[in-house]
T-cell receptor, first 114, second 115 residues
Framework: AQSVTQLDSQVPVFEEAPVELRCNYS??????LFWYVQYPNQGLQLLLK??????LVKGINGFEAEFNKSQTSFHLRKPSVHISDTAEYFC????????????FGTGTRLTIIP | GAVVSQHPSRVICKSGTSVKIECRSL??????MFWYRQFPKQSLMLMAT?????????EQGVEKDKFLINHASLTLSTLTVTSAHPEDSSFYIC???????????FGSGTRLTVV
C-alpha cells in the first residue's frame, strides 16, 4: 500500500519570498504523483502532476515540483509567493491507474505574510 | 477542461433524517467516481469508489448501509447519508476520473451539518 508524508503542517512565508512544501511517499511499485490546492470550503484544484518523463514538472500559478525517485520525494516549489497563495496544499499518490485510488498526505497550510 | 459539479454546497439537517449529495461530471463521462470525507483541518479520507452500473467499493471502516452510493449513469453519482447523526457532520467531496489527461477532477464539496 502507498502512503504520503507531508512533514510540515504549517508553513509561514513572507510575500515575494520563495517556498518549498515537502512531500515524501512510500510505495512498492511505480507511482504517479499530484499536488492539489484547497481554498477554504472548496474542493481541490490540481496544481500539477507527474506521470512519467521529465522529473521537473511545471504547474499552474507558477508552481513546480521535482520527482526524485531515489529520495522518494515530490517537493513543491514556487520562487516568489503572493498573498493569494494562502491555502491548504495536499500531496497525493496513485500507484497505478488500475485501482485509481488517490492517497493524500495530511496537508500543509501555507500562510503568506504581507 | 473537465468539470465536476457537486450539490448542495451546504446542508443542515436534523438528526435521524437522510441527506442526498449529488456529483455530476458536466463535460465528460466518468465511469469511476470517488467519495471523500474531510474533517476540519485534516486530510481527505477515501470513503468509497463508485463505478457506473455496479456496486460501490467501500473502504474499510465505512458503513455501507449508512453511506449509500448510487452511480446510475456515466455522469452522476450520489451519496446518501442515512439516519444522520451529529458525528456525520463533515465536509464531503466527490472526485471523478477524467480519461483524457489522467486527472482526477474534484467537486467543490458539501458541508453537512447535522443538528
Amino acid at each position: 500500500a502507498q502512503s504520503v508524508t507531508q512533514l510540515d503542517s504549517q508553513v509561514p512565508v513572507f510575500e515575494e519570498a520563495p517556498v518549498e512544501l515537502r512531500c515524501n511517499y512510500s510505495s512498492s511499485v511505480s507511482v504517479y504523483l499530484f499536488w492539489y490546492v484547497q481554498y477554504p470550503n472548496q474542493g481541490l484544484q490540481l496544481l500539477l502532476k507527474y506521470l512519467s518523463g521529465s522529473t521537473l514538472v511545471k504547474g499552474i500559478n507558477g508552481f513546480e515540483a521535482e520527482f526524485n525517485k531515489s529520495q522518494t520525494s515530490f517537493h513543491l516549489r514556487k520562487p516568489s509567493v503572493h498573498i493569494s497563495d494562502t491555502a491548504e496544499y495536499f500531496c497525493a499518490v496513485s500507484e497505478n491507474f488500475g485501482n485509481e485510488k488517490l492517497t493524500f498526505g495530511t496537508g500543509t497550510r501555507l500562510t503568506i505574510i504581507p | 477542461g473537465a468539470v465536476v459539479s457537486q450539490h448542495p454546497s451546504r446542508v443542515i439537517c436534523k438528526s435521524g433524517t437522510s441527506v442526498k449529495i449529488e456529483c455530476r461530471s458536466l463535460d465528460f463521462q466518468a465511469t469511476t467516481m470517488f467519495w471523500y470525507r474531510q474533517f476540519p483541518k485534516q486530510s481527505l479520507m477515501l470513503m468509497a469508489t463508485s463505478n457506473e452500473g455496479s456496486k460501490a467499493t467501500y473502504e474499510q471502516g465505512v458503513e455501507k448501509d449508512k453511506f449509500l452510493i448510487n452511480h446510475a449513469s456515466l455522469t452522476l453519482s450520489t451519496l446518501t447519508v442515512t439516519s444522520a447523526h451529529p458525528e456525520d457532520s463533515s465536509f464531503y467531496i466527490c472526485s471523478a476520473r477524467s480519461q483524457g489527461n489522467y486527472g482526477y477532477t474534484f467537486g467543490s464539496g458539501t458541508r453537512l451539518t447535522v443538528v
